[in-house]
């Protein structure tokens, strides 16, 4: 079964030669934009706020979007799903296909992107064969991703999960309804189990297990690093060279952050226990607040006359490796 095909240059209205900078300004303005705790219509937004980060998690890659970008307009042509995992030698035609739903990601992202196994064989000894035989086999574990946003990831959620299990021999259908908890301080990476939601058991043997991937959904504002939160903070010249006080978001609230004189890009100022929370550690991972210099335009001549006046008094230069 070949999923709908998605336009993820147009999800994210930029070119198909768009470099990645602008990839990422077009991102993080749609996310601003669509992003559910600040939109009024939250369950539209939602919904192009998954879309808007799935088109982020390809485009944003380079692997992945050199992949995308093969598919191109004959993107059908590779429309048959992936190869069957190992371990089901001789067995012929996988016997069920699973399709997700609510996880926040597309058929068509499962498929071709997520590395997520949508095939599936019951376990078996090697050489064995389960049919016929009378014997009963635990049907195989099956994994698929799941988009988690760092609201969610701070603090826990209840989602509401829907598998489609398509028995490819007989056509037959069978949706299963369940609700996955999203544990307080997930972090990136991290399966989330989900007993007995797998691959169907043979001979009236045991189904198997389905585990989620977390992957936490890109934000405007935050990355995370295990259960450490990152933000840019954008500093005019003079707040790096004079020192300021600012007030910076993070996960749960602002805080005050004071910038230390000659700071420079790229230094990290660090804001003990306001990442993710450690689970059962204890605990939370630390905030990182991430220093970018930004220079004004549009000078007007006031200002230019001031920069000017900067230049002939300061005795900096950039190229003297000492001061580099």
């Known amino acids: 079964m070949s999923a709908d095909f998605k336009d993820y240059y147009r999800i994210l209205g930029v070119s198909r030669d768009a470099s990645p900078d602008e990839i990422k300004k077009a991102f993080r303005k749609l996310a601003r934009k669509h992003h559910p705790d600040v939109a009024q219509d939250k369950a539209v937004s939602e919904e192009k706020f998954k879309e808007i980060n799935e088109a982020n998690e390809v485009l944003g890659d380079p692997e992945k979007r050199r992949q995308y970008d093969q598919l191109g307009a004959n993107w059908k042509e590779h429309g048959a799903a992936p190869p069957p995992r190992g371990g089901a030698a001789g067995a012929g035609v996988p016997p069920h296909e699973f399709n997700f739903g609510g996880t926040g990601f597309s058929d068509f992202f499962e498929q071709y992107f997520s590395g997520a196994s949508r095939y599936g064989f019951p376990e078996e000894m090697p050489g064995a064969s389960p049919r016929g035989t009378g014997r009963a086999f635990r049907g195989s574990d099956i994994e698929g991703d799941i988009l988690v946003t760092l609201s969610e990831a701070m603090h826990g959620a209840l989602r509401p999960i829907s598998l489609q299990v398509t028995d490819r021999r007989t056509g037959q259908v069978e949706t299963h309804s369940f609700q996955v908890r999203i544990p307080a301080g997930v972090t990136d990476g991290r399966r989330i189990r989900v007993?007995?939601?797998?691959?169907?058991?043979?001979?009236?043997?045991?189904?198997?297990?389905?585990?989620?991937?977390?992957?936490?959904?890109?934000?405007?504002?935050?990355?995370?690093?295990?259960?450490?939160?990152?933000?840019?903070?954008?500093?005019?010249?003079?707040?790096?060279?004079?020192?300021?006080?600012?007030?910076?978001?993070?996960?749960?609230?602002?805080?005050?952050?004071?910038?230390?004189?000659?700071?420079?890009?790229?230094?990290?100022?660090?804001?003990?226990?306001?990442?993710?929370?450690?689970?059962?550690?204890?605990?939370?991972?630390?905030?990182?607040?991430?220093?970018?210099?930004?220079?004004?335009?549009?000078?007007?001549?006031?200002?230019?006359?001031?920069?000017?006046?900067?230049?002939?008094?300061?005795?900096f230069n950039p190229r003297t490796p000492s001061q580099a």
Do not use: C, M
Request: without cysteine.
């Open 195 to 315: 007993p007995g939601q797998g691959e169907p058991g043979v001979n009236g043997g045991e189904p198997g297990d389905l585990y989620l991937r977390v992957r936490h959904a890109s934000h405007p504002d935050f990355h995370t690093e295990g259960a450490d939160v990152y933000h840019e903070l954008d500093l005019a010249p003079w707040e790096a060279v004079l020192g300021a006080e600012i007030v910076v978001p993070t996960l749960d609230g602002s805080v005050k952050l004071r910038i230390p004189p000659d700071s420079e890009a790229g230094d990290h100022l660090r804001v003990r226990g306001r990442g993710l929370p450690k689970g059962k550690s204890g605990g939370r991972g630390d905030f990182y607040a991430v220093l970018q210099l930004k220079l004004p335009t549009n000078t007007g001549d006031e200002e230019r006359a001031l920069w000017e006046k900067l230049r002939s008094a300061s005795r």
